[in-house]
Antibody, heavy 122, light 108 residues
């Protein structure tokens, strides 16, 4: 059974940094694309970043490009999101997801963790 | 960036009724790489549909997806009490993915 558990959220001041982790189990972690998605309080879902199975390819939403870095450690079956220069508008629940190939070279998120809360405030 | 626009914002229906949700894209979505997710309060999103029309594992057949190019539809044939939730479409055909703003299906 696929299991994703996020951690590392908390309260941080504007301009600060935080590293989120997502511990994965129940599947061969190194062979799957992984993503981060966030949801600000009372708002909709916002895609944040994606990383290929090997970790070589990464993509980011414009809103976080240059501030956030996605990475993975297959020896630990863990996905990371390093968040720097945090702003109030980064306040959200952050979800990690496992992605699945749909046969046409693209991937959709099929399993999600329960999320970790990040609050950016002074 | 591909912008997805969902309509209506809120759909007020009774159990047993049919729900039709729309998702329109600012550009053609390649390879029909469009998914639908359901989200209930305090829960993570749940995958319903991928590839515009393929049901995910364990999803009841009252949920169906259709469309291609720039126009996509999620249909719930007969609403069950557990179907009242927020629904999001997402395109994953480009390297930067995007979500629609969501449609809330509420009990009338």
């Amino acid at each position: 059974e696929v299991h994703l558990v996020e951690s590392g959220g908390g309260l941080v001041q504007p301009g600060g940094s935080l590293r989120l982790s997502c511990a994965a189990s129940g599947f061969t972690f190194s062979t799957y694309v992984m993503s981060w998605v966030r949801q600000a309080p009372g708002k909709g879902l916002e895609w944040v970043s994606v990383i290929s199975g090997c970790g070589r390819y990464t993509y980011y939403a414009d809103s976080v490009k240059g501030r956030f870095t996605i990475s993975r450690d297959s020896s630990k079956n863990t996905l990371y999101l390093q968040m720097n220069s945090l702003r109030a508008e980064d306040t959200a629940v952050y979800y990690c997801s496992k992605d699945h190939p749909d046969g046409s070279g693209t991937h959709y998120s099929d399993y999600w963790g329960q999320g970790t809360v990040v609050t950016v405030s002074s | 960036e591909i912008v997805l626009t969902q309509s209506p914002g809120t759909l007020s229906l009774s159990p047993g009724e049919r729900a039709t949700l729309s998702c329109r894209s600012s550009q053609s979505v390649s390879s029909s790489s469009l998914a639908w997710y359901q989200q209930k309060p305090g829960q993570a999103p749940r995958l319903l549909i991928y590839g515009a029309s393929s049901r995910a594992t364990g999803i009841p057949d009252r949920f169906s997806g259709s469309g291609s190019g720039t126009d996509f539809t999620l249909t719930i044939s007969r609403l069950e009490p557990e179907d009242f939730a927020v629904y999001y479409c997402q395109q994953y055909g480009s390297s930067t993915r995007t979500f629609g703003q969501g449609t809330k299906v509420e009990i009338k």
